[in-house]
């Protein structure tokens, strides 16, 4: 993720509702800088939000796991 703003902001993503689960955070990211968070998340809702911010928390929602195209061949 970028941070466009003129402060340090932190990302926050955890299970939806307050349920126990998961949660993961980013550390500060400066302004103008990129950051990165990497999870293995379980099939569910999840809330995307910045730390101590007027910027709306968004939803992301993890489905059932895709079939592997691996090993198939990419045709034009």
């Not at 993720?1 to 349920?19: D, F, H, I, R």
């Not at 400066?30 to 099939?43: C, F, M, V």
């Amino acid at each position: 993720m970028t941070n466009q703003t003129g402060a340090s902001q932190q990302l926050t993503v955890e299970v939806n509702n307050g349920q126990a689960g998961f949660k993961g955070r980013t550390g500060p990211i400066n302004p103008r800088d990129t950051g990165q968070l990497k999870a293995d998340l379980a099939r569910g809702t999840y809330s995307v939000h910045v730390d101590g911010s007027s910027i709306r928390p968004a939803r992301l929602t993890v489905g059932r796991e895709r079939a592997s195209a691996q090993n198939d061949l990419l045709q034009p």
